[in-house]
């Protein structure tokens, strides 16, 4: 009798969390979304907070089910779920103006934390292209007073006209740079409301500006958003956190994206690692990523497999989480077996067909570095060297990191398509364009059809 | 004659006001250059707040312009002056002991050391201690100032050092440290050599409220020994043979010395870098305007150090936030050129 009852239990839970996480034709646009959106209260970890969230936090407080099972149900992240949680809840689910979320995101040493957030979210500073452009895909550029460095005529033109160039650089936050933030803090009549960084950009964050940002109350959120997967997340936790247009627009960009992992993975999930297309990864047209740097991470994302993982000198050559210079032309002489050079750009868009015809030509293939020709450095691997424009959306990056890996699986058609469809969702950075104003994946035919 | 001697304490008197004065000016100055909107009587009187007023408004201007003021620019000044001050009395000692115009901190291979010591850290990571990260730098460079000093107590034992062989060995060593340090430079990457490069020419950006305790420690406690020991520096200003026959051990007394020195500007120079320059020119500008009797251009020697220190560091700052040792390199040499060149047209000597 009690393993019938305890089976009927699990088969209703499985059931319940089965209709949650895949779906149950009710229509909801995310359902394929998991645990995404980072906020405290997001009870059954989907991709926003609603009355089913609630439902969960009334079935905990009655005891029908079991915190431990639900722990973002913690809206207020005291440690226990009660009628504060509930309370707090119900603001969040109306939208309540000056109601405090409580945001997971990483610190500065790269451990889960929560940090305090005041709805909707207004005022922020953005530092470093991988957490400002996150940002600008879920329609927040109008809600940006400052920012340290902008490189993106096009891609960034949705930030602010009134927000304060804060005077950095893509490596550093001078101390001059801080003061100016500081300055910017104190000019607004509720100060900044939050900082945003990307976690690769974290070393400028130093102890002393973490206690300016503690002692001032502006929470700092740091995501990992330089991985294509964990920028689906950030822009769907930030899109909540704008609200309003943002957050619609934001669970649309994450469903879409979603969509293209989960067409990868249908794809490429069950491949063994032998079956797997073998990759290396670069960067600055001629430093090699290494094992662990978020590029490959990407590109793993996207099936492929990371070429040191079969040539153990490679491997072990350039194993770290950044990236190697190469020292000669000859770097990559030795690893010819490999099936694909996948060359990460990050290269502004809005370009007509001459300017792309110059930017493939003479910033792309035959970018002097250091006395010889980009291309010269890829001798024996041009035909399957591609360069991947980095600063688009992640899920895009993966489309056409997937057609670089198995073409015959996803086309360039498809992954165009890809592109596309995000044009066409109304994110402000890709506002205006089509597929040809942008660079977005380049090979050795786009170079010879350009040469020509 | 009385009224000589009246003049020249009124000299010392006011060489020391306007000396205090202007550091306190330049104190007030480092703390506001970097913050607009707030008048450098602000500066003063925030500071003046901070210790004894009401805490200002979280997140407003003045709240902001005090964060910033006590915990970058006050330990950045206050490097400055301990760091000023320092190296200027180890100048003024060492050109005693050593009865030689040019000798400053540095001339028994102090820097030398202290750059191979702190650069072995920063591109091998290589670590004389257990200690990592930054204090695993500051740690390596002050054991590898050490090493320069002890090797010279080591052959003090066994060798007449007089002071051409101290000066000798100091760039022997120096010439020694120097080929390891480069060969470390040439064999590392673009970004590693940068930092190494930038610790070579010495800064005091980073500097923190935990940096100053040692500075300070080692600076005030050498200083006042010192200052002790001044009439006996006077002796040894006059040459080994008088101070021999005025009955100075000079071997151990020298030697003391060295010591001292060596364990005040490694103090130093392990959190700043090599900042050239201010153990030469202090004590020289003070001789030029009070004499040389150490009594008197230690503490001053002190003072001035402290202020030129803090004048190179704000103009280091004033131009695009360049390291303070590029500054001294640049006022400090033809500063020295014009020293010598005064004070050899004037009494046919420059000592």
Avoid at chain 1, 439 to 447: F, G, L, Q, R
Avoid at chain 2, 86 to 97: E, F, K, N, P
Avoid at chain 2, 195 to 209: F, P, R
């Amino acid at each position: 009798m009690i393993v019938a009852a305890a089976v009927v239990v699990i088969v209703v839970i499985a059931a319940a969390a089965a209709a949650i996480t895949r779906g149950g034709g009710d229509g909801d646009p995310g359902e394929s979304i998991a645990s995404q959106l980072q906020i405290m209260g997001n009870a059954n970890d989907d991709y926003t907070i609603d009355d089913k969230d609630m439902e969960i936090v009334d079935d905990i407080i009655a005891g029908t089910k079991s915190f431990t099972d639900y722990p973002l149900a913690d809206a207020n992240n005291d440690g226990k779920v009660d009628a504060s949680d509930k309370q707090l809840l119900q603001d969040i689910i109306d939208r309540k103006s000056g109601t405090v979320l409580r945001v997971m995101c990483l610190d500065t040493s790269g451990n889960n934390t929560v940090v305090d957030v005041e709805y909707p979210l207004r005022n922020v500073v953005t530092y470093a292209t991988n957490m400002q452009l996150p940002v600008l895909y879920a329609n927040g550029g109008q809600y940006i007073v400052g920012y340290f460095t902008s490189s993106y005529e096009v891609a960034e033109g949705s930030i602010n006209p009134a927000a304060k160039d804060l005077e950095g650089s893509s490596r550093e936050i001078s101390d001059a740079s801080w003061t100016l933030f500081t300055q910017l803090d104190a000019g607004l009549d509720t100060g900044v409301g939050a900082f945003l960084t990307d976690y690769s950009a974290v070393a400028q964050i130093t102890a002393s500006r973490q206690a300016d940002l503690d002692a001032a109350g502006i929470p700092l959120i740091i995501y990992p958003s330089a991985n294509a997967a964990d920028e689906i997340t950030t822009v769907l936790t930030l899109g909540f956190l704008f609200g309003g247009d943002c957050e619609s627009l934001a669970v649309e960009y994450a469903q879409a994206s979603w969509d293209v992992v989960n067409a990868i993975d249908s794809v490429v999930g069950d491949l063994s690692d032998s079956e797997k297309t073998t990759y290396i990864s670069c960067t600055m047209w001629i430093y090699i990523c290494e094992g662990d740097s978020t590029y490959n991470t990407t590109a793993t994302d996207a099936g492929g497999n990371w070429y040191g993982n079969v040539n153990s000198g490679f491997g072990s050559t350039y194993s770290g989480d950044g990236s190697t210079k190469m020292q000669s032309v000859e770097a990559l002489s030795n690893y010819q077996d490999v099936d694909v050079v996948i060359n990460n750009r990050s290269m502004d868009w809005g370009l007509t067909a001459d300017e792309m015809r110059d930017l493939i030509i003479d910033d792309c293939w035959e970018k002097d570095r250091d006395g010889y020709a980009v291309k010269d450095y890829f001798a024996g691997l041009e035909e399957n060297m591609y360069f991947v424009n980095n600063i688009l959306p992640g899920a895009v990056k993966l489309a056409y990191m997937a057609h670089i890996l198995y073409g015959d699986d996803f086309s360039m058609e498809w992954a165009d398509g890809i592109l596309q469809q995000f044009i066409d969702m109304g994110t402000a950075p890709l506002e205006g364009q089509t597929v040809d104003s942008i660079p977005a994946c380049i090979d050795h035919s786009d170079y010879l059809d350009a040469k020509a | 004659m009385k009224a000589e001697y009246r003049r020249g304490i009124l000299l010392k008197v006011a060489m020391l006001v306007f000396s205090l004065i202007c550091i306190v000016l330049f104190v007030g100055l480092l703390s506001v250059s970097n913050y607009e909107g707030v008048g450098l009587m602000e500066t003063y009187q925030i500071i003046w707040n901070h210790l004894f007023g009401e805490p200002y408004e979280t997140g407003s201007l003045y709240w902001w312009a005090d964060r910033y003021i006590w915990n970058t620019a006050m330990p950045h000044a206050l490097a400055a002056i301990l760091a000023g001050a320092a190296l200027a009395v180890c100048g003024a000692m060492m050109q005693s002991i050593m009865t030689n115009p040019l000798a400053d901190p540095y001339s028994t291979g102090i820097s030398s050391g202290a750059c191979f010591g702190a650069i072995s850290a920063i591109v091998m990571g290589l670590s004389f201690s257990t200690v990592v990260g930054e204090m695993g730098i500051v740690t390596n460079a002050f054991i590898g100032a050490m090493v320069p000093a002890l090797l010279i107590v080591f052959l003090s034992q066994r060798i007449h050092m007089t002071p051409a062989t101290l000066i000798l060995l100091g760039t022997a060593v120096s010439y020694f440290f120097n080929s390891m340090v480069t060969y470390l430079m040439v064999t590392t990457d673009v970004d590693t050599l940068q930092s190494a490069y930038l610790w070579q020419i010495g800064s005091l950006d980073g500097m923190t409220w935990s940096s100053l305790p040692f500075m300070a420690v080692f600076t005030i406690a050498g200083s006042a020994i010192v200052m002790l020991m001044a009439s006996k520096l006077n002796v040894m200003s006059l040459g080994e043979n008088s101070a021999v026959s005025l009955g100075v051990d000079i071997q151990s007394f020298r030697l003391y010395c060295l010591i001292l020195m060596a364990v005040m500007t490694a103090a130093i120079v392990s959190f700043t870098g090599i900042l050239g320059f201010i153990g030469l020119v202090a004590p020289h500008l003070v001789r030029l305007v009070i004499g040389s009797d150490n009594r008197f251009v230690i503490p001053m020697s002190m003072a001035v150090g402290a202020l030129l220190m803090l004048v190179s560091d704000y103009l280091a700052f004033q131009f695009a936030s360049i390291p303070v040792g590029v500054v001294l390199s640049v006022i400090g040499s033809p500063v020295f050129f014009a020293l010598i060149v005064w004070q050899n047209k004037r009494t046919g000597a420059i000592y």
